[in-house]
């Protein structure tokens, strides 16, 4: 392989490929917007964590010092991310007549199983938000004499009070300040609350003394905070959904922005992070799949119909992050597929050297160069994962040569292969009522009766794995007998 190239990523703010040129030579610092953690993550939540994990592996893979920040939102993020509504955590401590510090803890460790399903690499340091009240404090007091302004409901920022605000939403053109609600005696529409006073007669669960009276911080001042206090501004990058790009970062930027006495975002590192970058939606077309109707499409549920979370992962590298991904179940299982082609693959080439090489080898030159090329074009994933499927099968290579070349790819698209195996990828659904033993036993039994011209009973023995749970793959290219149904 040739040397390394630079990394070209896509800024939102500028809306340009750029290359990637860190504050700190040698080091990469990002930032990654978490979950809010009032319910259990959507699996559309999540491709944001394996886009972010997947540009962290290729940081160092490029050979900088990582230091990967996610924070946790446990107080303050509204039920309308336009800066409207009621506290999700509130909300939910409200409906279940729970203690609101029960539930952060609980879907913060949903959260966190979900992440080492997706074999999704743990940052630097979780920040959690209300760990970080004093410094919110402090940062709002630093900013509000020349950039906030006081209501009876609380501060807010006045967004004509720093330069180009909306840029990256591109605002004015997207409509990008559309959704955000009138409140009373704001200046401007797009202005937003800072610091929320509790309303007169009511108590919060979480709550806290201010200069502008008792009450929470604003979402959206989180986050500035502590990107700030962890990695220190300008950082290198800061990554998020699409629709954070419309009002939830613009407003960060505004409030960096105002912290750094910064000027106009013609420079990006004045908006805190030198790039923005966005993974686009996951659409899940049916509707069928939401929060609302109470079986929505959390990590879970995959698995207890029988799929494998890395399956998930692979779905999402097979799209550009960029681009929509759209959710099937049959896309998902020939994600699966594949996982099991590469699974199966390795495992034989794992009975031929017990070990990878220290290197490569020059046979795997040219298709390194063209893994390397694709993910320093923007994570050009898709790329990438055809260059793995040429790796696997190439011919008359060392076996061990080969494996390390494997594993190299395999560090940056992050599925474990050299130690993933093929019964680990085969799950049984939550609701099958037959173990592995007995499916091979009626398998061994309906195969004799195939072969002796038995149809009927063999018909009646698929239909008897398919009452119990699983489904019987005549012909199964890869040689599995039986899926979950």
């Known amino acids: 392989m040739t040397d390394p190239r630079p990394l070209v990523l896509f800024n939102s703010l500028t809306r340009q490929s750029e290359p990637f040129q860190p504050v700190h030579p040698g080091e990469a610092r990002v930032y990654s917007c978490g979950p809010t953690v009032y319910n259990y ?30 924070n946790i939102t446990d107080v303050g993020h509204l039920t309308d991310d336009a800066d409207d509504g009621e506290d999700k955590m509130e909300k939910a401590a409200a ?11 609980h879907y913060t460790q949903a959260y966190w199983a ?28 630093k900013i509000a004499d020349k950039h906030c302004y006081e209501l009876p409901t609380g501060l807010y920022f006045d967004v004509g009070s720093v330069a180009d605000y909306g840029r990256l939403a591109r605002a004015t053109t997207e409509e ?16 937003f609350a800072i610091w929320r ?92 799949m939401s929060k609302s109707s109470g079986e929505f499409l959390r990590l879970q549920l995959l698995i ?15 799209a550009h992050y960029r681009s929509e991904l759209e959710f099937s179940w049959e896309g998902l299982g020939a994600a699966l597929t594949r996982l099991k082609r590469l699974v199966m693959a390795v495992g034989q080439l794992k ?24 993910m320093s ?68 039994a309906r195969r004799a009766a195939r072969a002796d011209k038995d149809f009927a009973r063999s018909d009646a023995l698929r239909d008897e794995l398919a009452a119990a749970g699983v489904d019987v793959m005549d012909g199964d290219p890869l040689g599995w007998d039986w899926k979950p149904a």
């Open 95 to 105: 409906q279940g007549a729970q203690s609101i510090w029960d539930i952060a803890r």
């Open 377 to 444: 074009e923007d994570l050009n994933t898709p790329v990438a994962l055809t260059v793995l499927d040429e790796i696997v099968g190439m011919k008359k290579v060392d076996p061990a040569e080969k494996l390390a070349a494997i594993a190299l790819v395999d560090s940056v698209l992050g599925f474990d292969l050299l130690t993933l195996d093929r019964a680990a990828l085969r799950l049984r659904p939550r609701t099958a009522t037959i173990d592995e033993a007995a499916i091979a036993e009626v398998l061994d």
């Open 41 to 70: 993550p959507h699996i559309g939540n999540m491709r944001a964590y394996v886009f972010a994990d997947v540009l962290g592996r290729t940081l160092t893979y490029k050979g900088y010092k990582l230091t990967h920040v996610i």
């Open 304 to 318: 207890d119909r029988g799929y494998h979370p890395l399956a998930y992962r692979m779905m999402c590298l097979q």
């Open 197 to 288: 006073k509790t309303p007169p007669g009511e108590k919060r669960q979480m709550e806290w003394d201010s200069p502008w009276g008792r009450g929470a911080p604003g979402w959206h001042l989180e986050c500035s905070v502590m990107s700030g206090a962890l990695l220190g501004f300008p950082f290198d990058i800061h990554t998020g959904g699409i629709d954070h790009r419309e009002i939830h970062h613009p407003n960060e930027i505004a409030q960096n922005q105002a912290f750094r006495c910064a000027g106009s975002l013609t420079d990006p590192a004045n908006s805190g992070a030198r790039m923005w970058l966005h993974n686009n939606f996951l659409v899940e077309r049916s509707g069928k």
């Open 176 to 191: 990008g300040e559309g959704r955000i609600e009138d409140v009373e005696g704001k200046r401007h529409k797009a202005d």
């Open 114 to 141: 979900d992440i080492a399903a997706l074999n999704i690499r743990q940052p630097a340091q979780w920040s959690i938000a209300t760990d970080y009240i004093p410094q919110m404090i402090a940062f709002a007091e």
């Open 351 to 374: 009975e031929r050297a017990a070990e990878p090489a220290a290197a490569p080898g020059p046979k795997f030159a040219d298709a390194l160069d063209r893994f390397d090329a694709a």
